[in-house]
């Protein structure tokens, strides 16, 4: 049976690049149909993609109360990633490829997401579930009551890769005579291989985190933090939600001819990054297609800045008389 993923709150983490996006409309599946017409009809087909992905999941244990699940096509990503990643050594490095895209990697996802869970927990939130899949991760929380918090939510993930980093550059200093650089050699089954393991492990987690956090682009991390400083602003959700796209669209832009460009020098690797920007492209087209329809308070992200705005204290409103009293002072000067 197809398993229910849980009725709340979506964040979502990309594996070459991780991102995050919410949903608080209920994710379908193939019993509960798909949703209403409309304008709706665009964040159905999103609902029915995220229910299929855990159509194609099986169970792996549960963190804290949390469900691990993973997508049956993770492994095979894994093992594509490493084979491009030894190819560039001739083959010699396909053990340590496949420990960095697969272990290493799959850890580094897990624990981004399982920080997003620990603090929407802290903030009075709840969390059910991760699904590890090909493009990263996604993890179901809910019941966030303010862009405040949900903006600590956001940071959560990709704050959690900095400590990784001192470790993987400690244990590459350690192993290189006091050395953080790429010089070893991975086929070598000495200090060599332990160095170059541990050095790109090292800047496995510096892509995610500045991938993440430092890329202002919906729907990552970054574009979230975005969204909810704008809300936090009183930016209507109309309005942030333009401003967001204005930002994501150049930035899925580059991407994509990034992409390209390295897949015509060779670069395998390249493929995934495409493929991740063209979904992050699909995603920012979503939110345009709200905007559009003037339906962007149904959006994922923007769903409860009415409730947000609400609970935010009220701006500070000016005296009127003190305000007439030094309109009158600078008329008399």
């Not at 919410?22 to 009809?41: F, M």
Request: hydrophobic share 50%; with cysteine.
């Amino acid at each position: 049976n197809q398993p229910e993923p849980p009725t709340n709150r979506l964040t979502q983490v990309v594996m070459s690049g991780v991102q995050t996006t919410e949903k608080n409309a209920e994710i379908p599946t193939a019993e509960s149909g798909h949703g209403q017409g409309g304008a709706g009809d665009f964040s159905s087909l999103e609902q029915e993609y995220t229910s299929n992905q855990f159509g194609w999941s099986f169970p792996l244990c549960t963190v804290t109360g949390i469900t691990i699940r993973a997508h049956w096509l993770l492994p095979l990503v894994m093992i594509f990633s490493a084979f491009v990643g030894a190819g560039k050594d001739g083959g010699s490095g396909f053990g340590a490829e496949l420990l960095l895209y697969g272990p290493i990697l799959f850890c580094a996802v897990l624990v981004h997401e399982l920080c997003h869970c620990w603090a929407a927990r802290k903030c009075g939130g709840s969390a059910e579930q991760i699904l590890l899949w090909p493009l990263g991760g996604l993890a179901f929380i809910g019941n966030l009551d303010s862009a405040s918090k949900d903006l600590k939510v956001a940071v959560a993930g990709p704050l959690s890769h900095i400590p990784q980093i001192f470790l993987f550059m400690i244990l590459t200093a350690i192993v290189n005579s006091g050395k953080v650089t790429a010089d070893s050699v991975p086929g070598k089954p000495s200090n060599g291989f332990w160095g170059f393991l541990f050095y790109h492990a090292m800047m496995i987690h510096v892509s995610l985190f500045a991938f993440n956090l430092l890329l202002p682009c919906y729907p990552l991390d970054g574009g979230r933090v975005l969204a909810d400083a704008l809300l936090m602003a009183r930016f209507s959700a109309e309005k942030a939600a333009k401003i967001v796209v204005a930002i994501s669209v150049p930035i899925g832009v580059v991407l994509i001819v990034s992409g390209f460009l390295l897949l015509a020098e060779g670069n395998g690797a390249a493929v995934l990054t495409i493929v991740v920007a063209l979904w992050l492209c699909w995603q920012i087209k979503a939110l345009w297609v709200m905007i559009s329809s003037d339906t962007v308070s149904q959006h994922p992200l923007f769903a409860n800045a009415k409730e947000w705005e609400a609970a935010a204290p009220p701006a500070p409103v000016q005296d009127p008389a003190a305000h007439s009293g030094a309109d009158a002072a600078v008329a008399a000067v």
